[in-house]
């Protein structure tokens, strides 16, 4: 996974979070398909800041998907205010799949 | 606290209600195209220009075809050229126009009365064409992308604006003559940029972007999409010349090189699309619309064996003609719509019902809205009647084309079925 952080240990707390976070089409998480960019935190703030794309730009199913993304991070985190940016660059591509991704898609 | 990501979600998609109607005008006029091709068996095999004849290709081409390609256009538009739609209310004037032209224009046909109703009727269908593209036209020049499927798309569109205005003027032609020939003779110019223009180039621009896209696939080729819109292009102005001013027999058989060209080159896409694929398993809509680039290649072999009876004897073989226009209307156009139905609406239905759930509870998937026995059963009736049709018309047998009929209204209902459980879905609760 190469997400970029500014925390290790609570980034992963939020890509655990963000498994439960599935693309309705594909069916896969947004973590191992690669949608998530970046995690940082702002202790002192209480702010999460996360980067993530979208397969496609103007995705029917975009908003649903950004929406479940905030929920669960809003959820994880009660106490941190959560800034959620999307970003098409670099535009995802079917490289940006996990390895464990890929197994997942391969016995669908 | 949430800080949202602005406008990129549902907000810049086109709204279900807009998009919602086209699909249920196109389900219910395959209904009646179905109901028509069963009354209408006695006499089918004898001629093709017949008023029942040119009312069940009307209403597949218009209230199936277009109406469904329109309404699933104004939601994946904004994915390919990468902009929202400019309009809402456009995209909803467009659906009335070609809502109140399309029935007027069958009945004119029906009753083969060219007066007020077939005028009328082609009159608001022109106008629903001319606010779709000024739609389309302005979406796309708002967008600070230019992709070769956009032009795909505004191209065949012009096509389509190019095609119902010849309809018009044929229209017009019958009652009134001004032109220099009778209507009939325009009609294959009339019908190929329909075919050809309309549906294949629109086809291959957005199967383009969608087979690879649903697929998970790593192949892209733009150069090769270039050259199957300039060989389609240039193939139908050639065509298009020779029949108005030129009248040469051989550049028919260029203008078919072309086409030929064009289709091999995109079921070459689609291959390599599906081999280079990720997601290993296709489902069952994905399965049917493969079928469909197959089955762009039967009219082709049927066109051929035609132009080459044509050249050869200067004679019109009834039954070909009549299974060359089967097979692009129920078999070609109808498989593409059976299976990017059931890719397209659940997750217009998904987005409308679950979206305000997203990440706060488990939502089901969007392919576990719709039926999937009910859609294999679709499929295989669907499978039967196309054959046993075709079967029918080569053997001018009345009770083999009434069968095959009857399996076509069967899948025509099946569809309806499973269109209408998957637009009154509610949502589960937890």
């Known amino acids: 996974m190469n997400v970029v952080t500014n925390n290790t240990e609570q980034c992963q707390q939020a890509l655990n979070a963000l498994l439960e976070v599935i693309d309705p089409e594909i069916g896969l998480n947004v973590v191992d398909l690669g949608l998530i960019y970046q995690v940082d935190f702002d202790d002192q703030e209480k702010k999460i800041f996360c980067t993530m794309t979208l397969t496609t730009q103007f995705c029917p199913m975009g908003d649903s998907i950004t929406q479940a993304a905030e929920e669960v991070l809003h959820s994880t985190f009660p106490n941190y205010h959560i800034a959620l940016e999307l970003s098409f660059n670099p535009p995802w591509n079917a490289q940006m799949i996990s390895p464990e991704g890929r197994e997942f898609l391969n016995e669908r | ?430």
């Open chain 2, 1 to 430: 606290m949430v800080t949202g990501p602005g406008n990129m979600g549902l907000s810049s998609t086109t709204s279900y209600k807009v998009v919602i109607p086209f699909y249920i005008y196109a389900a219910l006029s395959f209904f009646v195209a179905c109901i028509l091709l069963v009354i209408s068996i006695p006499g089918f095999t004898t001629n093709y220009f017949q008023p029942n004849t040119l009312a069940i290709t009307h209403t597949m081409a218009l209230g199936w075809g277009t109406m469904i390609i329109l309404g699933a256009s104004h939601q994946l538009v904004p994915v390919m050229i990468e902009n929202k739609l400019y309009s809402n209310f456009l995209a909803w004037c467009s659906f009335i126009f070609a809502a109140i032209g399309i029935p007027l224009l069958i009945y004119g046909f029906l009753v083969f009365n060219m007066g007020w109703p077939a005028q009328w009727g082609a009159h608001f269908i022109v106008s629903a064409i001319i606010v779709y593209c000024i739609n389309l036209a302005i979406s796309m020049a708002k967008s600070k992308h230019e992709n070769v499927h956009a032009f795909f798309v505004l191209t065949a569109t012009l096509w389509l604006l190019a095609t119902t205005i010849i309809g018009l003027l044929l229209v017009y032609n019958f009652t009134k003559p001004f032109l220099s020939e009778n209507s009939i003779t325009y009609l294959p110019m009339h019908a190929h940029i329909g075919i050809v223009g309309w549906f294949l180039l629109l086809v291959m621009g957005v199967g383009s972007r969608l087979i690879p896209m649903f697929l998970i696939s790593k192949y892209h080729h733009t150069k090769k999409l270039w050259w199957i819109y300039v060989c389609i292009n240039a193939g139908l102005i050639i065509f298009i010349a020779d029949f108005i001013y030129l009248q040469i027999s051989w550049l028919y058989l260029l203008t078919y090189a072309l086409i030929v060209m064009a289709i091999l080159l995109f079921a070459n896409f689609c291959y390599h699309a599906y081999k280079e694929r990720i997601r290993k398993k296709v489902d069952e809509p994905m399965k049917v619309s493969l079928l469909s680039v197959i089955m762009m290649l039967l009219p082709l072999l049927f066109l051929c064996i035609i132009i080459i009876l044509l050249l050869s004897q200067s004679t019109e073989n009834i039954a070909l003609i009549i299974s060359y226009g089967f097979i692009i209307f129920f078999g070609w156009i109808t498989a593409i719509i059976l299976g990017m139905t059931f890719k397209t609406l659940p997750f217009i239905v998904w987005n409308k019902v679950y979206h305000h759930l997203a990440g706060k509870q488990k939502t089901p998937n969007p392919k576990d809205l719709f039926n999937i026995t009910l859609f294999k059963w679709m499929a295989i009736f669907y499978i039967l009647g196309f054959i046993i049709f075709l079967l029918g018309v080569f053997m001018n047998q009345y009770f083999i084309l009434q069968t095959g009929a009857v399996f076509l209204l069967v899948t025509s209902i099946l569809y309806n079925l499973n269109v209408f459980k998957l637009l009154t879905h509610k949502p589960t609760k937890e």
